[in-house]
């Protein structure tokens, strides 16, 4: 996915600029390309389908389509969160996954990532507000870049090569990121290769309206309880996380494989989701 927001500097773009940022990312989606036109922002994706193959393509939207979706991921707890909502009157319009993030906001605002459990680098356009709230899940599965195009502007993809694209972006090498390649292998974030780009870091917001672009953490559901030390305890919840972990992302309406190394990591893995699909039809 990329963008671009802006608000009071905001310069107009040929169209054809979003498309090649998007056309870079191809690789990361062939299935299908979505694209979103508004005053003050332009973004564009590209899908793998996954997850609602007839009506899943972004963007996605709340009823009234003020809050507005791209992402790149899944939600794992999407069925439950879709069953709390529906409950509290919200209406989906499809089944996929993502559709959960743009109610979620109506009911939390700024906190709706704090109730996701997956793997999205998330683009959230609030028209109302003239607002973009870009978020990265917890642990950094998902890749997601940002340059500042002024205090109110800002650019942002997936991947670098395709924020390179815009026009006029400066791409002033950063030498620390190259000084520290050798020793690391890569790149420690949030700098990157060039000085005006960044990486969002991961459990991470950046939002940007007509008060500025800031960056900003949000609060980790999954920090860890007290739980019994006794050994028979401690099995006993790790076999529970690591199911639970397992069945969540069985959430598929294609065919779901495993990589097998002959390790014990994917043999539990792979017995898990063997015990998860047996009494499936």
């Known amino acids: 996915m990329c963008g671009i927001a802006g608000y009071k500097t905001w310069r107009e773009i040929d169209a ?3 498309q090649e940022m998007v056309a870079v990312l191809y690789h990361r989606g062939p299935d299908s390309a979505g694209f979103l036109h508004r005053n003050g922002y332009h973004a564009g994706m590209r899908r793998l389908s996954i997850v609602d193959l007839v009506t899943g393509d972004q963007p996605l939207y709340n ?3 003020s809050v507005i979706l791209i992402y790149n991921g899944e939600i794992y707890n999407y069925p439950q969160l879709k069953r709390e909502l529906e409950q509290k009157g919200h209406r989906f319009r499809t089944t996929c996954d993502g559709e959960a993030i743009c109610h979620l906001y109506e009911e939390y605002g700024e906190d709706v990532f704090e109730h996701l459990d997956g793997q999205f680098a ?4 609030i028209e109302a507000e003239q ?3 870009l978020a990265r899940d917890l642990p950094g599965e998902k890749p997601l870049y940002y340059a500042r195009l002024s205090d109110t502007e800002v650019a942002f993809a997936s991947e670098i090569k395709s924020l390179v694209k815009f026009p006029g972006l400066d791409l002033t090498l950063n030498y620390q990121a190259l000084w520290d390649f050798p ?3 890569s790149i420690p974030e949030p700098e990157t290769v060039y000085q005006s780009i960044m990486a969002l870091p991961r459990g991470h917001l950046l939002i940007a309206d007509a008060q500025g ?3 900003q ?3 980790n559901r999954f920090n860890l309880q007290p739980i019994d030390s006794a050994e028979d305890a401690i099995i006993a919840e790790t076999r529970r996380v690591v199911s639970e972990a ?3 992302r069985l959430l598929s309406d294609v065919p779901v494989g495993s990589f097998l190394s002959s390790g014990l990591d994917s043999s539990i893995a792979l017995g898990a989701i063997s015990m998860a699909t047996a009494n499936r039809p």
């Open 213 to 215: 672009v800031r960056v």
């Open 122 to 125: 998330a683009a959230l356009w």
């Open 16 to 18: 054809s600029v979003l």
């Open 131 to 133: 607002k973009l709230i």
């Open 217 to 219: 953490a949000y609060a």
């Open 63 to 65: 009823e009234d389509q």
């Open 183 to 185: 020793t690391f292998l």
């Open 246 to 248: 397992i069945y969540s």
